[in-house]
Each structure stands twice: as C-alpha cells, then as structure tokens.
C-alpha cells in the first residue's frame, strides 16, 4: 500500500500562509485576503472531487459496511466459547483485571500520546523513569495543559494521579455501559448516537464529525458518511471493550454490539477494528493467552480485509520481534505513509505489545506505550486482553492504588464514577446480554 506524498503540499500551503502574514502586515490585506479566498476555493474543490471519487470494486466486495455482508464474509471459527456465564471460571475477577489493566495502559499512555519515541526517552531520563516505562511517568513537559477540559497532564504523573484520569478510552468504554442500561442489549445506532448527544462535550476526528452531522439532523445510521475522511481510523475501536466485558465468553455478541456503536462514526476497517477486538476481549475471559482471544477476535470480521491481513502479518512475524524499537520499525516499514491514528498499523501494535509482554501487564503495557503512536489506545485495548486474562490479581498494584475507588468524567454532568460500582455494573449488564441473546 502507497500514499500519495503530501509533505510538499503542507510546505507549500505553510509557505502561502506565511507569505500572506508577512504582505498582511506590510498593508496588503484586502489582496492577501481575496488570494486565501481562492486558494480556499480550490482547496474546497480538490476535496469534493476526491471525496467523490469511487471506492474500488474489489475492495467493496472484501469490506462491506453492513453486518450481514460483514458476517457472510467471516472465517469459519467458534462464535460462542461457553455455555452461559457462569461458566466462565472468576468472571468478576477477570472483569475487574481487564478494566484496572486497561485504565493503567490509558493512563500512562496518555501523558505520552503521540510523541516520537526519542522524546518519551528523554522524559523518562530526565524524571529518573525506567525506559521501557515500569510505573507512572514522574516527570512531562506540558504539566499544566489540560486535557479533556477535567485533568491537567500533570495529574497523569505518578505523584500526582488520584483516580483514573479522564481520556476518551476510559469515557467511551462507560458509556457503551451507559447505552445498554438505558437501552438494553437491543440498543440501535440512534440510542447510541442520543446518548453522545446527551453526555459528551467534545470529540474529535470521526467522532466530532459523526456527532456533529448527527445534530444537523442526518440519520445515525448514515452519520459517518458525511465529511468524513477518519472513518477508518482508531476511534472505533478504542470503544471496543464494554462490549467485551458485556458479552464475555461470546464473541459473536460483542462483535454485534460493536458493529451497532462504530457504524456511527467509521465504515469498513474502522468498524472491523471495534468488532475484533471486542470479540477478542469476550475471548479473553475464556483463554489463557492473550493471543489466542486476538486469533478467535480475528473470526468476527471479513477475512480478507485489510485489517484481517495485517493481523496475520504481524501474528505470523511476531516471533521476529525483539523490543519495542524492532516493533515499531517493522509497523512503519510496513505501512509507510499511514496516519499514526489509523486502526490498522496501530492494531499490529497492540499484537507486539502482547507478544513482549506475554503475561505481566506491566511489561504489556509498558512496551506498547514505548513503541508511541497512539499509545494510550494501545496501551488501552492490550491491557484489557491480558488483564481479562490474569484478573486483578495479575495486576501489579502499583498501577492501581492511586486510582483509589474513582473514575474522573468529562461526560456533561457526571464529575466521577465509582470503580466498584461501575464493575459491579458491567457483572449487571453481562447477565442482561447473556439472557437476551441467548
């Protein structure tokens, strides 16, 4: 896969932009102005056609949008691994080892989000920190930035966390709980798009732009389709593991969940990305290998899709990788010009992440956040598998002390969740989904 070069391209625009700031401040701005104008003609243009430019033939047949095409295309595989839920041996164990590893890896990934790895050395050294990170980062430069209009960075650090710190992982995995009490498991797209209405006060990529064409009255259903060019990047699939948690044990179900939530805001490979690794969590509770939930994740979705090819890649290579480094050299190499928030590059991360850490949750998330790009995602979803397979017991309890009982929110409204109570009600919410599919 190629991209088409754009580095040129935002030299150029930064060039004119610079150039009319200068002639701007020299007394030509009637005519700096009426140039940005056209410029923004063309610029429009040149979107317009490319958004209406035909997705391959091929490639519609290999990734539908719709559930039933998306499940005609599926591997054979084992779409119910227990009987009931009771049969999953220390549920409530699991389910709590899965949401405090998923807390931990967004917690920690996300002082770092994003930042080249170099950079996140240097944090660590200049904050006496282990590298690969082994605990909370002690030390980040924009401490005072906040984020999510709640929690400075600083209050991402180790001295200073007190309760899980909000980040759109941690909100989103609350609401698809949300949804389903209100809803129940029959929930549908507008439920879940009535529900971000209600609650979320700022979103960003395909989510901001899902909800905001959900407001101007577009149908939920149809709401990803509109001006939309980041229907296949990762924010669906960081909504993944309530799903999980809720359909543990039966993959099939979660995928279905899924499918109902990310249809909202992405299409094809994006929606892919949430239904695999919601499945792949609902394995999780019954396996004993974070690997394997991935492999019975990988049955709920299209089988030649891109995101399917690149999970067998990086499963058939993952013998190959010796560190955080060799792991994130091989996904650039691999995908070269991809969006670092795309789901499919970022998802072969969170693979490496289970391969070097197996089963310590502190080596899973720690090597995954090293490796950057969106590391508090992946930190995230590959905490939840190998935390739903070692259950809270597996997780060191330096990662989960400063979080106390308390979930901070950004939701309109809601100031803090309880952590036992939200557990408890997941359990709740799990027993709902098992009687209602069943």
């Known amino acids: 896969m190629s991209y088409p070069e754009s580095g040129k391209l935002h030299s150029k625009i930064d060039e004119v932009l610079n150039w009319g700031a200068l002639r701007h401040e020299q007394g030509a701005g009637e005519a700096v102005d009426e140039v940005l104008k056209q410029l923004a003609d063309v610029v429009d243009a040149a979107r317009n056609k490319i958004e209406g430019l035909s997705v391959d033939a091929e490639m519609v047949k290999r990734e539908p949008n719709d559930l039933e095409g998306i499940r005609g295309l599926r591997p054979e595989g084992r779409r119910k691994l227990v009987g009931s839920l009771s049969e999953i041996e220390g549920f409530e164990e699991r389910l709590l080892g899965a949401m405090y590893a998923r807390f931990a890896g967004c917690t920690l990934g996300a002082a770092v989000e994003l930042l080249e790895i170099e950079r996140m050395k240097g944090l660590a050294e200049v904050g006496g920190d282990a590298w690969p990170p082994v605990d909370y980062w002690s030390y980040v430069t924009n401490g005072d930035v906040v984020r999510y209009m709640k929690n400075r960075f600083i209050e991402y650090t180790k001295a200073r966390i007190e309760g899980v710190p909000v980040d759109d992982d941690v909100a989103y995995t609350l609401m698809g709980l949300m949804v389903v009490e209100r809803f129940g498991p029959g929930f549908g797209t507008g439920d879940v798009a009535k529900m971000w209405d209600e609650y979320i006060p700022i979103a960003y990529t395909a989510e901001e732009r899902s909800l905001a064409n959900f407001r101007e009255g577009i149908k939920a259903e149809e709401a990803a389709e509109k ?166 017991k597996g997780v060191q309890s330096h990662w989960t002390e400063p979080f106390g009982d308390t979930i901070q929110s950004y939701f309109k409204g809601i100031d803090s969740f309880g952590l036992t109570d939200i557990k408890e009600r997941f359990v709740v919410q799990a027993g709902q989904v098992w009687d209602h599919f069943s």
């Open 227 to 392: 001006n939309n060019p980041f229907s296949e990047w990762i924010g669906a699939w960081i909504r993944a593991d309530g799903w999980g948690y809720m359909a543990a044990g039966w993959p099939e179900v979660a995928a279905e969940l899924a499918y109902r939530d990310a249809v909202l805001s992405h299409r094809r490979n994006g929606v892919y990305g949430e239904m695999l690794f919601s499945a792949a969590i609902a394995a999780a509770f019954t396996v004993d290998c974070p690997l394997k939930a991935i492999e019975l994740g990988l049955q709920e979705i299209p089988s030649n899709c891109r995101l399917a090819e690149a999970m067998r890649w990086a499963l058939s290579v993952a013998d190959e990788v010796t560190d955080y480094q060799d792991a994130r050299d091989m996904v650039d190499e691999k995908f070269k010009g991809m969006n670092v928030v795309h789901a499919i590059n970022n998802a072969c991360l969170v693979v490496f992440g289970l391969v070097l850490g197996g089963l310590d949750v502190t080596k899973v998330i720690g090597n995954t956040v090293a490796m950057g790009m969106d590391n508090d995602c992946t930190a995230a979803t590959a905490g939840s598998l190998v935390g739903a397979v070692v259950g809270a």
